[in-house]
C-alpha cells in the first residue's frame, strides 16, 4: 500500500532561518501586508496560505510564545476568512480539533504556546495517528539560543509525539525573502495532511507587532484552485463519503461465485463502500455501529452469538472460507477471534487507521480496493447457492434479534377507541405503566440511537454502553462518530464539540438544522468535565445534547475475567472506581440545561425536545 504519510517533504525535517527558496511563492501570498516583525509577518503568510488553500477551521489556545499566530488568527476571523475557536486548554482543544477534523475530513490546526501545552496534545495526536484523521499541531517555540539552559518553558519539543507523527522543526524567522516561500510550503503540507502532522515553529523576541488589517487582501483572496495545489491534495473525499483510490493504489478484482462462502466486516469508519461491496457479492454485512455501512438487506446483527463458541449455528460459523474487512473493528472479540482461524481467508480493504489492521497476524492480504463482479445470472448453481448463503445469515440473525428483543407490547388501539370507559381505562393504565418503565441500558441505547437521523450526528464514548448499543440497534444509514483508534475515553466531550461545531457550521445543509448527540458513561464525562466550558467570549455554540448514563462507575471492568478472579472490595476500589458527583450542579456551572430521565417517557421526551441548545441528560442505571 502507498505510504499514507508519502508528502512533499520526508516524514521529519527541519528548516533553518530563511527557509527552502526551492517553493515559489504565490503573488497573493506577496501581497500581503509587511510589518517588519519577523514573527507577525511569517504568521501572516502561513495562515494566509492555509485559509486559500481549504483550511475553514483554526483553533488556538492562549499562550504568549505562540501571540502572533494567535493575532493573526483573529484578524483572519474578523475579515471572514476562517472559523476560530478559543479553548483554554490545550487537551481539550486537541480533541475537539479532531472532532472537526473526522467531521468535515479538512485538516485542522491547533496552534499552541511551547512548554507543557504541547505535551497536552500527545492524546489527541495518538488518536489522530490511529484514526487516520487530518489533525495539525502547530506549535510555538523558544529559539535555538535558549534550548538546554534551562530556559523558562523550553524543552525538546520536535518529535514529542513520536516517530508515527511526522513533523517540521522550523528556525525562528528573521524576515528574510525566501520565508514567504516556506511558509507556503509549509501551509501546502499542513492543508493536504491525511493523518496528523506536527509544525513545530520558533519565534524570538519581538513575538508580535500590530497586525494590520486584512480587509483589501480578504477581498481578493479566493480559495487556490485545485490545479495550483499540492498533488496530494487533490481528490480528497467529502465527508461520509469514500476515499478514491490513489494513483498506483492496488485493487482486487472478485468474482463473486469463486467467493462463495464470505463474509464483509466493517469496522469503524469502514465508509458505504463496505456496503456497496456486501451488496454486489451477495455476502452477508457484520456491520458495527461506528462504521458508516450499518444498514442495507445484507445486515447480520446477532453477529457475536453466530461467530461465538456457543453459537446456535455452528454450520454457519464452521463453514465460513473468506473475509473481507473494512475500517478498524474494535466492539467484538469475535472478529479478531474469526480472523485468526487458520481456515479463513481474510483480505483486509483500504485504510485501518495507522497500523495495519492484522489479528494474530493472519491477514492473507492488504489491499487499497476491490471491484465486485457479482455472480452472473447465468449461472444458475452459484447463484442459487450465493443466495442460500445469505439468507441462512440474515435469517438466523433476525431468529436471534427477535428473540432477544424487549417485550413492550403494542399499543391496542382499537381499545383507545373503545366507547366502553373501563377498556379506555385499561388501555390508559397499560400506555401509563410503559411510559413509567425505568430505563436500562438496552432502552437506553435503542432510545437514542430511534432519535437520531441522517440530518444529526451521533457520538459514542467509549464505555460499556457502546457495546449494548452495537449489539441490538437495527441498520440506519447515520454518522456514528468515536475515538475507535486507541478506544480511550479522554477528550469524548470536546470531539463531540467539534463534530457538532464540523456539521452545524460546515457541513451539508441538511445537517445544520441537525443536533449532535453524545452517549458516555459518567467516567467518561468526568474524565473531560473541564472541555463543558464553550460559548465563550462572544464564540457561537452547537446544539448538543450529552446523554450520560450514570452507573457510578466502571462497569466495564465487571464484563471482563478480571472480575472473577480479583477481590471483590480491591476491584471497585481500583477498577469500578466508584464516583459521586452532582450532573445537575457541574452542567449549571458550565453553562449547560440538565435534566434527569429516570423514566421511558422522561427519556423520549427529553430526546425529541428543541427545548434547550445545550443539555446534559442524566440517564441513572444499575450497575448489574
Known amino acids: 500500500m502507498p505510504d499514507r504519510h508519502a508528502e512533499s517533504e520526508p516524514p521529519h525535517s527541519q528548516h533553518p532561518a530563511g527557509g527552502d527558496a526551492s517553493a ?9 501586508p509587511r510589518t517588519g516583525n519577523p514573527a507577525t509577518d511569517f504568521s501572516l503568510d502561513f495562515l494566509a496560505q492555509l485559509v486559500q488553500r481549504g483550511v475553514t477551521d483554526l483553533v488556538v489556545c492562549p499562550g504568549s510564545r505562540s501571540q502572533a499566530l494567535s493575532l493573526v ?3 483572519l476571523e474578523r475579515v471572514g476568512a476562517v472559523r476560530l475557536h ?8 486537541g480533541f475537539f480539533a479532531l472532532g472537526l477534523a473526522a467531521e468535515t475530513g479538512r485538516a485542522v490546526p491547533v496552534i499552541t504556546t511551547s512548554g507543557t501545552a504541547v505535551a497536552n ?4 495526536m495518538l488518536e489522530a495517528f490511529h484514526a487516520t484523521v487530518p489533525l495539525v499541531a502547530v506549535t510555538a517555540d523558544r529559539p535555538e539560543e535558549l534550548l538546554g539552559i534551562g530556559a523558562n518553558q523550553a524543552t525538546t519539543q520536535p518529535g514529542i509525539f513520536g516517530p508515527n507523527v511526522p513533523h517540521d522543526a522550523v528556525q525562528a524567522p528573521v524576515g528574510a525573502a525566501d520565508e514567504v516561500s516556506l511558509a507556503e510550503r509549509l501551509a501546502m503540507r499542513a492543508a493536504a495532511t491525511r493523518g496528523p502532522l506536527h509544525l513545530n515553529l520558533a519565534f524570538r523576541d519581538p513575538l508580535s507587532v500590530a497586525v494590520p488589517e486584512l480587509d483589501a487582501w480578504a477581498a481578493g483572496a479566493a480559495t487556490l484552485a485545485p490545479a495550483d495545489r499540492d498533488a496530494a491534495d487533490q481528490g ?3 465527508p461520509g463519503q469514500d476515499e478514491p483510490p490513489a494513483s498506483g493504489a492496488e485493487t482486487l478484482d472478485i468474482e463473486a461465485a469463486e467467493w462463495p462462502r464470505t463474509l464483509v466486516i466493517a469496522g ?3 465508509g458505504p463502500e463496505a456496503e456497496k461491496v456486501a451488496h454486489d457479492g451477495g455476502w452477508p454485512l457484520i456491520a458495527e455501529a461506528t462504521s458508516g455501512s450499518r444498514y442495507g438487506r445484507n445486515l447480520v446483527l446477532a453477529y457475536r452469538q453466530l461467530l461465538g463458541p456457543t453459537s446456535p449455528r455452528p454450520d454457519l460459523r464452521d463453514a465460513i472460507e473468506r473475509v473481507l474487512v473494512f475500517g478498524h473493528p474494535t466492539l ?6 474469526l480472523i485468526a482461524r487458520d481456515d479463513v481467508h481474510a483480505v483486509v480493504v483500504g485504510p485501518t487507521g495507522g497500523e495495519p489492521y492484522n489479528p494474530g497476524h493472519a491477514v492473507a492480504a492488504h489491499v487499497d480496493a476491490v471491484r465486485v463482479h457479482p455472480v452472473p445470472t447465468a449461472d444458475a448453481h452459484a447463484r442459487t447457492e450465493s443466495r442460500a448463503w445469505l439468507r441462512e445469515w440474515v435469517l438466523a440473525s433476525r431468529k436471534l434479534m427477535e428473540a432477544d428483543a424487549e417485550q413492550t407490547p403494542a399499543p391496542d388501539i382499537e381499545a383507545s377507541r373503545s366507547s366502553d370507559t373501563a377498556v379506555r381505562g385499561r388501555f390508559a393504565k397499560q400506555e401509563l405503566a410503559v411510559a413509567r418503565t425505568k430505563v436500562d441500558r438496552r432502552m437506553l441505547a435503542e432510545a437514542v440511537w430511534s432519535a437520531t437521523w441522517p440530518h444529526d450526528r451521533l457520538v459514542l464514548g467509549a464505555s460499556t454502553l457502546i457495546r449494548s448499543l452495537d449489539a441490538q440497534v437495527a441498520g440506519k444509514p447515520i454518522r456514528v462518530h468515536a475515538n475507535r483508534g486507541l478506544a480511550g475515553i479522554d477528550g469524548t466531550i470536546a470531539t463531540t464539540l467539534g463534530v457538532a461545531v464540523g456539521s452545524q ?3 451539508p445543509v441538511s445537517a445544520q438544522g441537525g443536533v449532535t448527540r453524545a452517549l458516555i458513561g459518567d467516567l467518561t464525562l468526568l474524565h473531560d468535565a473541564s472541555s463543558l466550558l464553550i460559548g465563550q467570549g462572544g464564540e457561537w455554540a452547537p446544539r448538543v445534547q450529552l446523554i450520560v448514563g450514570n452507573d457510578g462507575g466502571g462497569t466495564i471492568f465487571d464484563d471482563l475475567e478480571v472480575a472473577r478472579t480479583a477481590a471483590a472490595e480491591a476491584h471497585t476500589r481500583v477498577l469500578y472506581t466508584p464516583t459521586r458527583v452532582d450532573l445537575k450542579a457541574l452542567a449549571t456551572a458550565y453553562g449547560w440545561s440538565y435534566c434527569r430521565a429516570e423514566t421511558r417517557a422522561d427519556l423520549q421526551g427529553a430526546l425529541v425536545s428543541r427545548e434547550h441548545e445545550r443539555i446534559m441528560i442524566e440517564v441513572p442505571l444499575s450497575r448489574g
Open 268 to 270: 469503524a469508519a469502514a
Open 332 to 337: 467484538s472479540r469475535e472478529i479478531p477471534q
Open 236 to 238: 480528497r473525499a467529502a
Open 505 to 507: 457550521l460546515g457541513g
Open 73 to 75: 488568527a483573529a484578524e
Open 24 to 32: 515559489a511563492s504565490t503573488p497573493v501570498a506577496a501581497s500581503l
Open 86 to 93: 478559543v479553548r483554554i486548554d490545550e487537551r481539550s482543544a
Open 121 to 124: 496534545l500527545l492524546p489527541a
